[in-house]
């Protein structure tokens, strides 16, 4: 059980250092990769606790997370978004690298503030390690949609506030009904889809991927 | 079984209008008819509340209560008006589209509707928040129909934002679950969460609701999380706006308007400031922003986040009466917004530009549009004999009795100010003196049907409210919590 | 008591005598790596042959500054070396002098006297590269501080021999978020402070790239070996620190007996080769970061250790 901690302690740090990357990298294929690793920390994260907790849910979940979010969402993106996308060095941002990392590092401050009270009202072992990460994963990932301009790089920033929510999720609610769960399932790749074809759309009518930039609509 | 009717017939419209039957333009006549039935199904439901009764279908999967069934029962109604609206409206404005935008609309449309219908009667509160995701999922390309740079920005916007906000909504759902679980298994049902309220720690209880109120508050478009929505309202198709601020907004405020009853069964906490804070912050802004508008279209967009202000006031004030008068304010408005984007929809039709500034003279050149757009603005803003008026006043006056003068004084303040704007605007708009001779497009038969039509449900519960309808709204308040 | 003297001398000694060779292993592999033969791994040693029996040439307009910064930066390490764990895994006689913060402050003024001779000489490279590792010092001092903070939060102490046992009693606290996340941070941490790819390219020759090695431009003879040797050594230092203390004990010298002490030399051998492979793939797989992005790179450094700090003091 002690190992299990462990491990789930260390599974969890790596995601907390791969979701810093979705906030931090430059390269929208490099985000993609971190998303894609932070997935899979999930997956482990799933199958730590399920073993731990004797839960078949989730086991579901981690599979469902293998399947969807490290296979069918990254296919989705690179067929749906043209390539010339990813080859994109430099992404378009409204703050830059070192200020959005500090605040970055307030966010996760934040979240252990946040997850506190919660920790200290219930007694739940993993929530002691992954609530407070699904948490700061959760303000990262609306920390990201806001700082980029890019559409893909918001999108993942998007699904990995979503990774945080279920990173949460699995310690705190690991016997959700397999139902909701496959439901919340199917809805992520849907999410991909549905942006990655409004992205295709902006491209092919704006010739740019640059979503922050569009500012026709506002009040002035 | 008229819960399941309720689903299925949207699929099956979608299903058809996609397939080759709905080709040639028959996708329209097919979505009209699938949704004159839901309607029918959707009027059975709520006649069965108002009479007190427990409706449910397939076990305890689809159940309905009072507010379930006035949600529903407005979204049939504003689905089954779109649908007359689009028939020639999708028609002229997919002509350069191809030819299957049209059938893509109506595929889409349907399950937009079908994701709307499953919001109020899902009786899984974990598939409920799925069927509210796939509202916004659904309803992105409906936005961005138009394939305006203006309207790509718009979906852009609303996919974006509203997925965020309905993600955290997810967190405070998976939190709930958890609060529940640790007070003893109940169903994740809003019955077993009423249930179960009082025995969860309200350190689990209180950051979910407020993770809620914000997640969905942000596709309801409450202040400052509204950023999107004038964008969303004033791009999409006329016909899409109607469903839009008519009633989407509605069905998601209906998910925060049910936790009402979960939180107040703890009796530390309180709700009840935050919904009038959020409420009356929406208000105040949306009218400072009704002032300075200059697209026909935002401005009732920005009404809509001034209704939806009133609404959660209302709310936040408590007790029956107050209660009552915010499911009357959720009726009306369905009604008045739905209609106004309407007329909105046939003005810019007509004129082919949405500028408050290069609209003038409306009543010379376009009359039936005109009088849709006054009756609509003065429907909208609360002007008697129409519904908001009275559910204004009720709300008023329940405000008054309980002794919460200020509240009700800046409300009050806030909504003769935005009827003021609202009035100015369209004043000028109406009866203007008109700047040379405007080239005018012909407004579709359907068009002029749909305003006729629409109308007359607006007019009739302004002067008289069917006692089965005022039994609804009492179940609806019950359901509040009132 | 003569024991532990003799010891701390050899952990002196071992540093002296490996630094260079740790350097051109890590050349030899780097050229190897990169499908290139490399110079042989004794090169260094050759170098500093070479270098002690040129001429010196001093100019006539630096100070005594000049002159000294070699010694200082020499005797720099070796200091540290006497307080941290080398080789051994209990304190030999003069590790009462300092903590681990100690041994971080005597580092930085050999650094300090380096640039400060950069400046002296007038050479208009040697102040581009002095304010430049400055830029890059002071970016990283805060990571610095944040580490050792934290680890005294794990440990409860700065002592470099208590801390290294605390990561590995129980087991378990070696996977704790907080220690993969130091670990993270303090590898960051040493590629920029001994100017290695992605920060400064250490075999670059081009002046005005230069960071770290621009500063020792105008040394020649003897100074110029100290100056490389010292640089070898504050390297060495450093994985020294980085290995024994922050990641594991293992292969460090349990007991007293000569025995234990020299079969630890090996082990500790094999520890920094790994690590030099570590390194080389890095350097390998990472290019060089242009100098405003450096910001970027400590800025990343300096909010993982921040996290790693969270993660402690919420008890994880």
Same mark, same amino acid.
Not at chain 1, 2 to 25: H, K, S
Not at chain 2, 163 to 188: D, H, M, N, Q
Not at chain 3, 209 to 221: F, N, P, Q, T, V
């Given at each position: 059980?002690?190992?299990?901690?462990?491990?789930?302690?260390?599974?969890?740090?790596?995601?907390?250092?791969?979701?810093?990357?979705?906030?931090?990298?430059?390269?929208?294929?490099?985000?993609?990769?971190?998303?894609?690793?932070?997935?899979?920390?999930?997956?482990?994260?799933?199958?730590?606790?399920?073993?731990?907790?004797?839960?078949?849910?989730?086991?579901?979940?981690?599979?469902?997370?293998?399947?969807?979010?490290?296979?069918?969402?990254?296919?989705?993106?690179?067929?749906?978004?043209?390539?010339?996308?990813?080859?994109t060095r430099e992404i378009d941002r409204v703050l830059n690298i070192p200020s959005s990392l500090l605040i970055a590092a307030a966010l996760v401050v934040?979240?252990?503030?946040?997850?506190?009270?919660?920790?200290?009202?219930?007694?739940?072992?993993?929530?002691?390690?992954?609530?407070?990460?699904?948490?700061?994963?959760?303000?990262?990932?609306?920390?990201?949609?806001?700082?980029?301009?890019?559409?893909?790089?918001?999108?993942?920033?998007?699904?990995?506030?979503?990774?945080?929510?279920?990173?949460?999720?699995?310690?705190?609610?690991?016997?959700?009904?397999?139902?909701?769960?496959?439901?919340?399932?199917?809805?992520?790749?849907?999410?991909?889809?549905?942006?990655?074809?409004?992205?295709?759309?902006?491209?092919?009518?704006?010739?740019?991927?640059?979503?922050?930039?569009?500012?026709?609509?506002?009040?002035? | 079984?008229?819960?399941?009717?309720?689903?299925?017939?949207?699929?099956?419209?979608?299903?058809?209008?996609?397939?080759?039957?709905?080709?040639?333009?028959?996708?329209?006549?097919?979505?009209?008819?699938?949704?004159?039935?839901?309607?029918?199904?959707?009027?059975?439901?709520?006649?069965?509340?108002?009479?007190?009764?427990?409706?449910?279908?397939?076990?305890?999967?689809?159940?309905?209560?009072?507010?379930?069934?006035?949600?529903?029962?407005?979204?049939?109604?504003?689905?089954?008006?779109?649908?007359?609206?689009?028939?020639?409206?999708?028609?002229?404005?997919?002509?350069?589209?191809?030819?299957?935008?049209?059938?893509?609309?109506?595929?889409?449309?349907?399950?937009?509707?079908?994701?709307?219908?499953?919001?109020?009667?899902?009786?899984?509160?974990?598939?409920?928040?799925?069927?509210?995701?796939?509202?916004?999922?659904?309803?992105?390309?409906?936005?961005?129909?138009?394939?305006?740079?203006?309207?790509?920005?718009?979906?852009?916007?609303?996919?974006?934002?509203?997925?965020?906000?309905?993600?955290?909504?997810?967190?405070?759902?998976?939190?709930?679950?958890?609060?529940?679980?640790?007070?003893?298994?109940?169903?994740?049902?809003?019955?077993?969460?009423?249930?179960?309220?009082?025995?969860?720690?309200?350190?689990?209880?209180?950051?979910?609701?407020?993770?809620?109120?914000?997640?969905?508050?942000?596709?309801?478009?409450?202040?400052?999380?509204?950023?999107?929505?004038?964008?969303?309202?004033?791009?999409?198709?006329?016909?899409?706006?109607?469903?839009?601020?008519?009633?989407?907004?509605?069905?998601?405020?209906?998910?925060?308007?049910?936790?009402?009853?979960?939180?107040?069964?703890?009796?530390?906490?309180?709700?009840?400031?935050?919904?009038?804070?959020?409420?009356?912050?929406?208000?105040?802004?949306?009218?400072?922003?009704?002032?300075?508008?200059?697209?026909?279209?935002?401005?009732?967009?920005?009404?809509?986040?001034?209704?939806?202000?009133?609404?959660?006031?209302?709310?936040?004030?408590?007790?029956?009466?107050?209660?009552?008068?915010?499911?009357?304010?959720?009726?009306?408005?369905?009604?008045?917004?739905?209609?106004?984007?309407?007329?909105?929809?046939?003005?810019?039709?007509?004129?082919?530009?949405?500028?408050?500034?290069?609209?003038?003279?409306?009543?010379?050149?376009?009359?039936?549009?005109?009088?849709?757009?006054?009756?609509?603005?003065?429907?909208?803003?609360?002007?008697?004999?129409?519904?908001?008026?009275?559910?204004?006043?009720?709300?008023?006056?329940?405000?008054?009795?309980?002794?919460?003068?200020?509240?009700?004084?800046?409300?009050?303040?806030?909504?003769?100010?935005?009827?003021?704007?609202?009035?100015?605007?369209?004043?000028?708009?109406?009866?203007?003196?008109?700047?040379?001779?405007?080239?005018?497009?012909?407004?579709?038969?359907?068009?002029?049907?749909?305003?006729?039509?629409?109308?007359?449900?607006?007019?009739?519960?302004?002067?008289?409210?069917?006692?089965?309808?005022?039994?609804?709204?009492?179940?609806?308040?019950?359901?509040?919590?009132? | 008591?003569?024991?532990?003297?003799?010891?701390?001398?050899?952990?002196?000694?071992?540093?002296?005598?490996?630094?260079?060779?740790?350097?051109?292993?890590?050349?030899?592999?780097?050229e190897n790596l990169q499908s290139k033969r490399g110079p042989s791994i004794f090169q260094p040693y050759r170098d500093l042959w070479k270098l002690f029996?040129?001429?010196?040439?001093?100019?006539?307009?630096?100070?005594?500054?000049?002159?000294?910064?070699?010694?200082?930066?020499?005797?720099?390490?070796?200091?540290?070396?006497?307080?941290?764990?080398?080789?051994?895994?209990?304190?030999?006689?003069?590790?009462?002098?300092?903590?681990?913060?100690?041994?971080?402050?005597?580092?930085?003024?050999?650094?300090?006297?380096?640039?400060?001779?950069?400046?002296?000489?007038?050479?208009?490279?040697?102040?581009?590269?002095?304010?430049?590792?400055?830029?890059?010092?002071?970016?990283?001092?805060?990571?610095?501080?944040?580490?050792?903070?934290?680890?005294?939060?794990?440990?409860?102490?700065?002592?470099?021999?208590?801390?290294?046992l605390r990561w590995v009693t129980p087991i378990a606290n070696f996977f704790e978020p907080s220690h993969i996340l130091l670990m993270s941070a303090f590898?960051?941490?040493?590629?920029?402070?001994?100017?290695?790819?992605?920060?400064?390219?250490?075999?670059?020759?081009?002046?005005?790239?230069?960071?770290?090695?621009?500063?020792?431009?105008?040394?020649?003879?003897?100074?110029?070996? *100290?100056? =490389?040797?010292? +640089?070898?050594?504050?390297? !060495? @230092?450093? %994985?020294?620190?980085? #290995?024994?203390? $922050?990641?594991?004990?293992?292969?460090?010298?349990?007991?007293?007996?000569?025995?234990?002490?020299?079969?630890?030399?090996?082990?500790? *051998?094999? =520890?920094?080769? +790994?690590?030099?492979?570590? !390194? @080389?793939? %890095?350097?390998?797989? #990472?290019?060089? $970061?242009?100098?405003?992005?450096?910001?970027?790179?400590?800025?990343?450094?300096?909010?993982?250790?921040?996290?790693?700090?969270?993660?402690?003091?919420?008890?994880?």
């Amino acid at each position: 059980m002690a190992v299990i901690f462990a491990l789930d302690a260390l599974t969890g740090a790596v995601f907390l250092l791969t979701t810093l990357g979705v906030v931090a990298n430059r390269q929208v294929l490099a985000s993609l990769q971190l998303f894609i690793a932070q997935s899979l920390l999930l997956t482990f994260s799933a199958i730590l606790l399920g073993i731990a907790t004797h839960s078949l849910h989730l086991f579901a979940v981690a599979a469902i997370t293998v399947a969807t979010k490290t296979v069918l969402i990254p296919w989705v993106l690179r067929h749906t978004v043209s390539s010339e996308v990813y080859r994109t060095r430099e992404i378009d941002r409204v703050l830059n690298i070192p200020s959005s990392l500090l605040i970055a590092a307030a966010l996760v401050v934040f979240a252990y503030a946040v997850a506190n009270p919660m920790l200290s009202a219930v007694h739940t072992p993993f929530a002691k390690i992954n609530l407070p990460l699904g948490i700061a994963a959760m303000l990262l990932g609306i920390f990201t949609v806001v700082v980029r301009r890019e559409a893909v790089p918001q999108l993942l920033g998007l699904l990995a506030l979503e990774n945080g929510v279920f990173f949460a999720g699995v310690a705190i609610v690991p016997d959700l009904p397999v139902i909701a769960e496959l439901a919340a399932a199917v809805d992520v790749p849907v999410v991909a889809l549905v942006v990655g074809m409004l992205t295709r759309r902006i491209h092919v009518r704006l010739g740019t991927t640059s979503v922050g930039r569009l500012v026709a609509l506002r009040e002035d | 079984m008229e819960l399941a009717g309720v689903l299925f017939f949207p699929a099956l419209a979608c299903a058809l209008s996609l397939s080759p039957l709905g080709r040639h333009g028959r996708a329209a006549p097919i979505t009209l008819i699938g949704s004159v039935i839901v309607f029918a199904l959707a009027v059975r439901v709520a006649i069965a509340a108002a009479h007190g009764g427990h409706i449910e279908a397939f076990g305890e999967w689809l159940t309905c209560d009072g507010l379930g069934a006035l949600v529903l029962g407005l979204v049939a109604l504003v689905a089954m008006t779109a649908a007359l609206f689009s028939w020639s409206y999708i028609r002229v404005r997919a002509a350069h589209g191809g030819k299957r935008k049209e059938q893509n609309y109506y595929g889409l449309y349907n399950l937009f509707i079908m994701s709307l219908l499953a919001v109020p009667i899902l009786a899984n509160v974990a598939l409920m928040w799925v069927a509210v995701e796939l509202t916004t999922l659904l309803s992105a390309f409906l936005v961005g129909f138009e394939d305006t740079p203006e309207a790509l920005e718009a979906a852009w916007k609303y996919v974006v934002l509203t997925t965020v906000g309905a993600v955290l909504a997810l967190f405070g759902f998976l939190i709930l679950y958890w609060g529940s679980r640790i007070a003893g298994f109940e169903p994740f049902t809003w019955v077993g969460l009423v249930e179960a309220a009082p025995r969860m720690p309200p350190a689990l209880l209180w950051p979910a609701f407020l993770l809620i109120l914000v997640g969905f508050g942000t596709k309801v478009g409450l202040v400052p999380m509204h950023t999107w929505l004038p964008d969303a309202h004033s791009q999409a198709p006329a016909s899409i706006c109607a469903l839009l601020s008519g009633v989407e907004t509605t069905t998601v405020l209906y998910v925060i308007l049910r936790l009402f009853p979960v939180v107040g069964g703890v009796p530390t906490l309180d709700a009840r400031p935050w919904f009038i804070c959020f409420g009356l912050l929406s208000v105040c802004i949306a009218t400072l922003l009704l002032v300075y508008v200059r697209d026909f279209k935002r401005m009732f967009a920005f009404s809509t986040v001034e209704h939806m202000g009133i609404i959660l006031v209302a709310a936040g004030l408590g007790g029956a009466e107050a209660h009552l008068g915010a499911a009357y304010q959720i009726t009306g408005h369905a009604l008045a917004k739905s209609f106004c984007f309407f007329s909105a929809g046939s003005v810019a039709m007509t004129f082919g530009t949405q500028e408050i500034a290069s609209v003038r003279g409306l009543v010379k050149f376009a009359p039936l549009s005109a009088i849709a757009l006054a009756g609509g603005a003065f429907a909208i803003t609360g002007a008697p004999p129409f519904a908001l008026f009275v559910s204004e006043f009720l709300i008023f006056k329940a405000g008054i009795a309980s002794g919460q003068y200020l509240t009700i004084a800046l409300l009050s303040f806030f909504v003769a100010v935005a009827f003021c704007a609202v009035l100015y605007h369209v004043n000028r708009m109406t009866f203007g003196a008109p700047h040379g001779h405007p080239t005018l497009a012909p407004l579709p038969w359907s068009c002029k049907a749909t305003l006729v039509i629409a109308a007359i449900p607006l007019l009739a519960i302004g002067i008289y409210i069917p006692v089965v309808l005022q039994n609804l709204l009492r179940a609806a308040a019950a359901a509040m919590g009132g | 008591m003569a024991t532990r003297i003799l010891y701390n001398l050899l952990q002196v000694l071992f540093i002296i005598a490996v630094a260079p060779l740790v350097e051109g292993v890590a050349t030899k592999l780097k050229e190897n790596l990169q499908s290139k033969r490399g110079p042989s791994i004794f090169q260094p040693y050759r170098d500093l042959w070479k270098l002690f029996h040129k001429d010196e040439i001093v100019s006539d307009y630096t100070s005594w500054i000049f002159r000294a910064a070699p010694y200082v930066a020499f005797a720099a390490p070796i200091f540290v070396a006497l307080l941290i764990p080398v080789l051994t895994r209990y304190p030999l006689f003069f590790a009462f002098m300092g903590d681990m913060l100690g041994g971080g402050f005597i580092l930085a003024l050999g650094g300090f006297f380096a640039t400060l001779a950069a400046v002296d000489t007038g050479n208009p490279y040697g102040p581009m590269g002095a304010s430049r590792t400055r830029m890059v010092g002071f970016l990283a001092e805060p990571v610095f501080i944040v580490v050792f903070l934290t680890v005294s939060f794990v440990a409860g102490s700065t002592i470099p021999y208590i801390v290294q046992l605390r990561w590995v009693t129980p087991i378990a606290n070696f996977f704790e978020p907080s220690h993969i996340l130091l670990m993270s941070a303090f590898l960051m941490l040493i590629l920029a402070e001994d100017g290695r790819i992605p920060v400064d390219s250490p075999s670059g020759a081009f002046e005005l790239a230069m960071i770290e090695r621009s500063k020792s431009l105008e040394y020649s003879g003897r100074g110029a070996a *100290l100056m =490389k040797w010292a +640089g070898a050594m504050k390297f !060495l @230092v450093l %994985i020294c620190i980085f #290995l024994n203390v $922050l990641v594991t004990p293992w292969g460090l010298a349990a007991g007293t007996q000569p025995i234990e002490v020299l079969v630890a030399i090996p082990l500790v *051998l094999l =520890k920094i080769l +790994g690590f030099v492979l570590i !390194l @080389v793939y %890095i350097e390998s797989s #990472l290019a060089k $970061l242009r100098l405003f992005r450096i910001t970027e790179f400590l800025g990343a450094a300096f909010v993982i250790s921040v996290v790693a700090m969270i993660t402690r003091l919420s008890e994880i």
